[in-house]
């Protein structure tokens, strides 16, 4: 049943479990290169998963599982015919989703104190539902079509950047590993 807004009820229950599941899936891939990094066939794994406990490699975790997400959801409507209307939702829902987590993540010591795991579970459970809700506030959208070419190259630039900054990190405080102050793998 849709509402007034337009948003289904069914959708609500869909995107809970989409949340639920990308939360166990990120969680999951947090400690996927302990076990697979001394597998030389297994390193390129390196690019989907946290290589370390940078801020910067964690943005993994959320985008991948997201941007699976999403291409459920464009094959849900049609795959290529609304490919166009497709890519400015998962692009805003992959960057707002990393920025969520990195500001809520540095914010929380700050106002709170040190809280362990539920500083990070929380961020990225909150950058995670805000990535999917702004996949819904952007998507069918008038402005989302026009804006397809600037969606896709923020796609692009996400992907490419966990790419190459998985190898070749910058020296700068977002891709320092909190636990050993070293960069990349």
């Known amino acids: 049943m849709k509402r007034a807004d337009g948003y289904a009820s069914s959708t609500f229950w869909t995107d809970l479990l989409a949340l639920v599941l990308i939360g166990v899936i990120g969680a999951g891939m947090h400690f996927v290169w302990e076990r697979v990094m001394g597998i030389p066939y297994l390193r390129w794994l390196a690019v989907l998963v946290s290589v370390n406990e940078s801020n910067w490699e964690h ?3 959320g985008a991948w599982p997201l941007l699976v997400w999403a291409i459920i959801m464009l094959a849900n409507k ?3 015919l ?4 497709w890519l400015m939702p998962t692009a805003m ?8 987590m990195f500001s809520v993540h540095a914010a929380l ?3 709170f104190g040190e809280l362990g795991m539920v500083r990070y579970l929380g961020s990225f459970m909150l950058g995670v539902a805000h990535g ?3 996949f819904r ?6 402005f989302s079509n026009r804006l ?3 969606g896709a190259a923020l796609i692009v630039t996400i992907i490419m950047m966990m790419i190459v900054f998985t190898y070749f990190p910058l020296h700068i405080p977002l891709f320092m590993d909190s636990a050993t102050g070293t960069y990349g793998i």
């Open 59 to 61: 943005v993994k975790l």
């Open 148 to 150: 397809w070419p600037l």
């Open 82 to 85: 609304n490919l166009r209307e």
């Open 109 to 111: 010591p700050e106002a």
């Open 93 to 100: 829902a992959i960057w707002s989703a990393y920025i969520v």
């Open 137 to 142: 506030l952007v998507e069918g959208r008038p």
């Open 78 to 80: 049609g795959g290529k």
């Open 132 to 134: 999917i809700a702004s």
